[in-house]
Each structure stands twice: as C-alpha cells, then as structure tokens.
C-alpha cells in the first residue's frame, strides 16, 4: 500500500495530540476546596489539603465583617511551617484572588482575624495534584510520537516528490 506511511504519519500525529491534551488536562487545577466558616478574633482556623498541591493554586477568600478587619492567611507545610503568608484587608468586606506558587506544595491553609471581632468568610481553592512522573511519562509519549509522525510523513512526502521527479 503507497499510502501506509501517510496513514501511519496520521495516526501517530492525532495520537501525539492526544497525548497533549491529555497531558494538558492532566495538569489542569481539578481539586476545589470550598469551605463557608466564621472567624473570631484570636482563634486560628485550619483546612487540611489532600492530597496536598503541586506548586501552584488559586486562592478565592470573601469575608465580612461590621467593620474594617485584617485577616492573615498562611501555608504551611507537612511540618506546620510557614512557607508562605500574607494579610488581606478591607473595610467591611474582602473579595480578593490570586495564584500563590510554592517552591514545594503546602498541606494546610491556615486563617486568623487579626482586627474586627468576627467576620463569615468563604474560601476556596483550586489547585492540581499529580504526580510528576506520569506527567513527564505522557510528555516523552507526546514527544516520541511526534517525531515518528514527522519523520513517516516526511518519508511519504519525499517519496512521492522522488516519483513526480522520475517521471519527469
């Protein structure tokens, strides 16, 4: 069959796409902690994150209060440590999102109210857990099979410029 090699070059080009996305999707934030909670001046409120990010999550945090208030927001790590913080404050309410990226992922997340007697907050975070392995898997698979794609197509292309040339 003449056409095998382009076929073939076919194939492995939507399997290489495939992988992609895949690999993409893989990778995308599909876990949400989504926690509604009421914080007291002077008490801590904690959220376990399991399985815990990767190097990145999204962070969505509104509060509300009677008045104007602070509220620190920590990671901490698998041994309670701070590796990363900072406060948000507001005048009545806070609405406040943003990516917080990590040089290694955060087990917890850790709030406290810092002024105002009490505030309803809700807090939410979206954020990937994969393992690094399997996505550097997919990544080689996507990669190999782009170059069998490339190189049968290619092969199929010189081919067929190799007959027009010998006929003419």
């Not at 815990?52 to 309670?80: K, T």
């Not at 990363?84 to 404050?89: E, Q």
């Not at 709030?111 to 505030?119: F, I, K, Q, R, V």
Request: glycine share 6%; charged share 20%; net charge neutral.
């Amino acid at each position: 069959m003449k056409g095998k090699p382009l076929i073939l070059g076919i194939f492995f080009f939507l399997l290489s796409f495939s992988l992609g996305i895949g690999a993409m999707y893989y990778k995308a934030p599909k876990l949400v902690m989504d926690e509604e909670f009421s914080l007291k001046r002077g008490t801590l409120k904690s959220f376990s994150l399991f399985p815990p990010p990767m190097n990145a999550l999204y962070y969505n945090l509104s509060c509300s209060s009677d008045g104007s208030m602070e509220v620190l927001v920590s990671f901490l790590d698998d041994r309670s440590e701070v590796i990363a913080a900072f406060n948000l404050t507001g005048n009545k309410r806070i609405d406040s999102g943003d990516y917080e990226y990590f040089s290694q992922g955060p087990h917890e997340v850790s709030l406290s109210l810092l002024h105002a007697d009490e505030a309803s907050c809700r807090l939410k975070l979206y954020y990937p857990s994969f393992d690094e392995k399997t996505l550097l898997l997919l990544v080689i698979a996507q990669l190999i099979t782009s170059l069998i794609a490339i190189s049968l197509i290619f092969s199929y292309y010189l081919k067929v410029k190799g007959r027009r040339s010998g006929l003419e």
